[in-house]
Structure formats: C-alpha cells, structure tokens
T-cell receptor, first 110, second 115 residues
Framework: GEDVEQSLFLSVREGDSSVINCTYT??????LYWYKQEPGAGLQLLTY?????DMKQDQRLTVLLNKKDKHLSLRIADTQTGDSAIYFC??????????FGSGTRLSIRP | DGGITQSPKYLFRKEGQNVTLSCEQN?????MYWYRQDPGQGLRLIYY???????QKGDIAEGYSVSREKKESFPLTVTSAQKNPTAFYLC??????????????FGPGTRLTVL
C-alpha cells in the first residue's frame, strides 16, 4: 500500500546542516512536499518538488529527490533555533489524496 | 488577510457528547479537508470535500460527520461513536483539485480533549 516513512527524531548543533530523510512507496506521485509544524500550530508548506526534478534549492533549503530509490531529503543549511519543529514529508497521489509521513522532530542544541 | 481559521483552539468534551469543530476559509478554495493528528503519527484524513454540497470519507471517517453547505465553511462533528476522540484536529483547503499542484493550506488546529 501507500506509505511514507521518516525517522522520528533528529538533533543537530546550531550552525550545522540538518538533513531530514523520507522514503515513499507510490511511484505515481506528482509532487512531494515538505511541511513544517511548530508546537501547537498547523502545518506550513516549506517547499515542494515536482516528481520529474532531482533537486530544488530555496535559500537555506535544498530538496533532493532520488526517484529510483523513492527517497526524498530536506537539507537545512546553517540550522538556527527557529528551525526547531516537526517536519513532515508528504506525497501527492491524486488531487484529493496526500500521504503524510509521521514527522521528524528536529531539535537544536547550542 | 486570506487564510483558514479554526475554532476553538482548545475544546473539552465529556464522554458521550457530540462536539462540532469549526473551519472557515476566505481563500476562495474549492476543496477542504479534515485531518486528525496523534503524537508520533502523521496526519490521517477524516473527510474531504471538493465542492459545495459534496464530501467524501477519508481513511478514518467512522465516528465523524461533516457538512459543506457553503464554500467557506466545512464543520466537523465528532460524535459519541468515535471511540478515541482526543487528538489534534487540522483543517486544510486547496485550490480546485484540477489545479496544477495541490498545495494544502492549513489552519492552526483544534486540540480536543475528552474528559
């Protein structure tokens, strides 16, 4: 069946790069999204990548897509305390169906 | 400002009571969604609506009901039949599903606690 998997926790030192990984199973996806959720809040779209792209860069964010391995990653350069949040990978299956991963909680240590 | 609002932010309910969560959007989006979020889990789709007066069950619709009488509003009722209703509920909307991408915009969420 359709599934999106992420590791639950990641801890990085302030100023280092964070890399959050995600694997998905459905090869028919059109878009893959990264959402950020701060405590007690809704989800905020960070970036997305179209399934025929390999890489997308947006300021401190770099998304890499390996379609053959069904692997998606989000790299945050120069991680700051404000980046502490839960990051969700999501796969767009159809216009009405999005499969979310379980989220990766990113914590920043000084 | 355009956006999605959910109310209330926190809601407490006694067992056996029905409760309705509000979701309103002024983005002129056709599609609206309700998700449930539990700790350590991703979002699970409860119901979605692509147009007014039409809605479809998601993956975990049992114990929930919705209505879509207006484009801007998609209230969710958590009924007494829902066995484990304590959770964080998120509403989202998106431009008509036939659009180029399906970016969903999320509201701030309602945390429901059953006492």
């Amino acid at each position: 069946g359709e599934d999106v998997e992420q590791s639950l926790f990641l801890s990085v030192r302030e100023g280092d790069s964070s890399v959050i990984n995600c694997t998905y199973t459905d090869s028919s996806s059109t878009y893959l999204y990264w959402y950020k959720q701060e405590p007690g809040a809704g989800l905020q779209l960070l970036t997305y990548i179209f399934s025929n792209m390999d890489m997308k860069q947006d300021q401190r964010l770099t998304v890499l897509l390996n379609k053959k391995d069904k692997h998606l990653s989000l790299r945050i350069a120069d991680t700051q305390t404000g980046d502490s949040a839960i990051y969700f990978c999501a796969e767009i299956i159809s216009a009405s169906k999005i499969i979310f991963g379980s989220g990766t909680r990113l914590s920043i240590r000084p | 400002d355009g956006g999605i609002t959910q109310s209330p932010k926190y809601l407490f309910r006694k067992e056996g009571q029905n409760v309705t969560l509000s979701c309103e959007q002024n983005l002129n989006h056709d599609a609206m969604y309700w998700y449930r979020q539990d700790p350590g889990q991703g979002l699970r789709l409860i119901y979605y609506s692509q147009i007014v007066n039409d809605f479809q069950k998601g993956d975990i619709a049992e114990g929930y009901s919705v209505s879509r009488e207006k484009k801007e509003s998609f209230p969710l009722t958590v009924t007494s039949a829902q066995k484990n209703p304590t959770a964080f509920y998120l509403c989202a909307s998106s431009i008509t599903p036939s659009g180029r991408s399906n970016e969903q915009f999320f509201g701030p969420g309602t945390r429901l606690t059953v006492l």
